[in-house]
């Protein structure tokens, strides 16, 4: 392997929205150091600010169509690294915007929290564009890392140390099977970079060694069996750290999991279909299943996101473009609704302290705001029109049901129902249930903010989800050589028939 | 309006219940004006669809196509042929008579109609669905809004359970005691009714996905898939595709319809929901698994159906008796309301079984005819109830002293329920009768016996209700005399009357549906040579089964009944 960092400046342009970042990070620490009266409005708002700059530079990109790889193929900036990384900063903005109230619960290091979501965020930025094991490793651990800080930040919270221990511990534990994954496959072939890989023979150490790496993949985007931490992490962080656990990792994992199942794994597809179905089968009747126990909201939502994680492994294991366009449409419609969620839990906890299901009885009196939104989220989370959860299912399902996964489609349909249940509980105790203080709760102005972002998001996509399915569509061209042969209309089918 | 009363039926609910969101609870003459406006609305376009409607031409009308996902090959495509036309009207007249009836709702009438619009909305969405993703879709989006009218303004509440009568024995109803694990709270009603019909829904919808995989066109599209889909003759785990898809159709909304095994949701859904959510549910909502069956399985699938409709007709049987003798035995108003009719809608399975031109037609008509009468006995029972705030037929009685309008009525509803000459029923039950007798004589002898259990229960009922002595606890109930309260009653009354005496519009409407259907259906075209030509062949029959109508009730005027 040869190195050889010459670099133009139009190659520095695709680094530009990192870059800008970073700058901006180190600002929100000057800044923090240096006026340390500042209010913390003023820093979450100057985090926001930039970005919203990054996003906008994102955004110019993905319309211009600036593309391209950097550092011998490390660093790739395609239309589905921009898609991700406008996710990533996309749900950062409004996780900012959902703690601005939140933050007052930490006595110490304010200024600090900002600090690390943005750094996380940019962790990430780079996961959606690592195109090599060895950045993958690199930007992984970079993104964890803010994250373990985080997850333990309310000091005197028993709750909070323990999530941040048990975090620790299996991430750590994580890392050290992708680092071993990856020498093994580095072993195995030389190689480092994704698409050099295409050529492998399959042997065992090889096959051992992308295991290796799926389990700390799988460990990020919470799939059984590598889920043990996602309860306890979930229930004991700070909300708002939940809220961005709950969803950015999981789409820079995926984004990574993409371009190793389709670019470097693309010829054994028959045999790592059938891990990603029993991965998926066991993520979504053990997330549903247990979810359905849970008396915690936070909880609840962390067991329905692994039966969600679940459902988006289907869309993997279909192997198609069509799939991997349904995973872009479904992790884009979880980002609305779960966050959506999980800023109610907040509002209700800022006004009640409690994130007992059992004390959201009658939250559809106390605030019908809160509760229809709540009802909303939940109901798109279950996948009922014509919410946005509705139509990613249906995308998930139709991907599926074109490369014939016949058991797949029938365990995640027989999960609706089942996640029906348990979200419905919480719709009967909102609406239903009497509540056992009547006082009125009140939402603050940020909160309402990401409200009114992720309803619009999950009632537009929902209503009419064209320009997003194009959206993800263009997003994935790269994947086109997936893509099974069109079928056009209105045309007569084929004399044989399809499958058996 | 012209080609767009699809637009304005489908979406003046929807407009009407976003326009409630900005409107303050306090304001109880605006949301009510806003919920029976947009209702009104939706029903003058609806009665102008069903007379616009042209017969002659027949096939499917004011059709409206939207592209909504190219990827997934999804339009917004609606349009209505003679099956959809009556299913519409019903729709609307109940979604109008529903604001009146629950005009009394104090406690967040505002959402109360929100709901409801969007329950009714949603109801029609399926009757026009040119599209199995949007017939699906719309199928679903009925469902949760039933939970929360159910959840939030039913009556049967746990305190309900924990009454007790003037001997002491608790008030719960028996039958829905055993059948219902000792509980038969609102919450659990609600609860079983979302998860029972979801459960059944993905079944159906494993066949939408099945038709659309094999069909290899990569469209929902009905009338695409009518045509060009070939379904038949795949094997699969020992059997051929087409029959897993037609079970998984069949099922999958029969459960809704609701078929006998699969009914319990049914009557514990009634009887705990609202007077205005009841007559929906009962009128309309339960159609839509006719309905859904007649458009998937009988349009995409017709010979599999002529293969495996007996299942139906086996099945009706036990709805019928087993509906009957419940309701019999039932001692809560709503129960025996709830089981006749899913006791009523084995005579809709039964004509939809023998696959007949005039049982067919029979059947839709009865579909329409059922929805008034259902919807007069619910808004009946809900009234009752308001005034004397029990369902206990026991404990109730002499009642038609205070009410003699609602006893009135009570009866005109009886009579209609039964099918008594003088309501619409009775020609639809005729012609289903007289259209099975040839293929199924033995369901049709246990539909006179179910027509005589309909006489029987109902009757125990009406006396219960409104003669013999009356408990003095009851001297306060009122009777419906405003305007408000009776327009509802009566507006059913007159389009269950009218019908009978004006058929032929409704009847040539709903033949002019049924035709090609059964044309396509009975024809036995030999199926593993099947080319795209001998299909059209099919097709072109179609005319002559046109014009062999045998008219049983030609004496009418063409006119068409005007209510």
Known sequence: MNFSLTMSPSDLLLLLPEILLTVWLCGILIVDFSFPRLPNEQLAYLSIAGLAATLGCLVWFDVTGITGTLFANMFVLDRMALYFKMFIVGSTILVILASVDYIHRFRFFRGEYYFLIVMSALGMMFMASANDLLSVFVTLEFSTFGFYVLVAYLREDMASNEAGIKFFILGVFAAGLLAYGISLVYGETGKLVFSDMKSAQATPGLAIGFLLIFGALGFKIGAVPFHSWIPDTYHGSPTPVTAYLSIAPKGAAFAILLRMFFVALATFKPIWVLLLVAASIMSMTYGNIVAIAQKNMKRLLAYSGIAQIGNVLIGLAAGTKMGNDAILFYLLTYLFANLGAFAIIIAVSEAIGSEEIDDYSGLGRRSPFLAFSMLVFLLSLAGVPPLAGFIGKIYIFVAAMKEGLYVLITVGLVNIVISMYYYLIVVKKMYISEPHDPSPITVSGPIKAVLYVCLAGTLVIGIYPQPFADWVVSATMMFSGLADPAVSLPIPPAATPIGG | ?563
């Open chain 2, 1 to 563: 309006m012209g080609d767009y009363a699809l637009l304005y039926i489908l979406f003046a609910p929807f407009v009407g219940a976003i326009a409630l969101i900005f409107v303050s609870n306090r304001q109880a003459m605006l949301v009510r004006g806003i919920a029976a406006g947009s209702a009104f609305i939706c029903l003058l376009a609806s009665l102008y669809l069903f007379y616009a409607y042209d017969h002659v031409k027949g096939g499917f009308q004011f059709v409206q196509k939207f592209e909504w996902s190219r990827q997934l090959g999804i339009s917004l495509h609606l349009g209505v042929d003679g099956i959809g036309t009556p299913l519409v009207l019903a729709s609307g007249i109940l979604l109008f008579a529903g604001i009146f009836v629950s005009w009394h709702v104090k406690d967040r009438a505002k959402e109360f109609y929100i709901w409801l619009l969007i329950l009714a909305a949603a109801t029609i969405g399926v009757f026009m669905s040119l599209d199995l993703f949007f017939l699906y879709f719309f199928y679903e989006m009925s469902v949760i809004p039933m939970y929360l009218l159910l959840g939030m303004w039913g009556s049967h509440t746990k305190k309900y359970n924990e009454m007790t009568d003037p001997e002491g024995l608790k008030q719960r109803d028996s039958v829905g005691f055993i059948f219902n694990f000792g509980s038969n709270s609102k919450e659990y009603a609600a609860m079983k009714l979302v998860l029972f019909l979801s459960a059944f829904a993905v079944a159906a919808f494993m066949g939408i996905l099945l038709i659309y995989k094999y069909s290899g066109l990569n469209t929902f599209d009905i009338l695409i898939l009518r045509e060009h889909a070939n379904l038949m003759n795949i094997p699969v785990l020992g059997t051929t595709l087409d029959k897993i898809i037609w079970l998984l159709i069949f099922f999958g909304f029969a459960s809704i319809a609701p078929l006998w095994p699969l009914h319990s949701w049914s009557p514990v859904g009634h009887a705990a929901a609202p007077a205005a959510t009841s007559m929906l549910h009962a009128g309309v909502l339960m159609k839509l698994g006719h309905f859904s069956i007649i458009r998937v399985a009988f349009e995409i699938l017709p010979e599999t159906t002529r293969e495996l409709m007996p299942i139906a007709a086996v099945l009706c049987m036990f709805s019928i008796v087993y509906g009957g003798f419940v309701a019999y035995y039932a001692k809560d108003t709503k129960y025996v309301i709830g089981y006749s009719s899913s006791s009523h809608m084995g005579y809709v399975f039964l004509g939809m079984a023998a696959l007949d031109y005039i049982s067919l037609t029979g059947a839709v008509m009865y579909m329409f005819a059922h929805a008034m009468a259902t919807g007069m006995l619910f808004a009946m029972a809900g009234w009752v109830y308001d005034q004397t705030h029990t369902r206990d037929i026991p404990s109730l009685g002499g009642l038609s002293n205070r009410m003699p309008f609602i006893s009135g009525c009570f009866v005109i509803g009886c009579m209609a329920s039964i099918g008594v000459p003088g309501t619409i029923n009775f020609i639809a039950e005729v012609m289903i009768i007289v259209g099975s007798w040839n293929k199924y004589p033995f369901q049709v002898i246990v539909a006179v016996v179910g027509i005589v259990l309909t006489l029987a229960y109902l009757f125990k009922m009406m006396r219960g209700l409104f003669y013999g002595p009356m408990d003095q606890k009851y001297s306060h109930a009122r009777d419906a005399v405003s305007a408000v309260d009776r327009l509802p009653l009566l507006i059913m009354i007159t389009v269950s009357i009218g019908f009978f005496f004006f058929p032929m519009h409704l009847y040539n409407v709903v033949r002019s549906g049924v035709d090609p259907l059964i044309a396509k259906i009975t024809r036995v075209v030999p199926v593993a040579s099947e080319t795209t030509g001998l299909r059209l062949e099919a097709r072109g029959d179609n005319n002559t089964a046109l014009a062999d109508r045998s008219v049983p009730f030609d004496s009418a005027p063409v006119s068409g009944g005007r209510p």
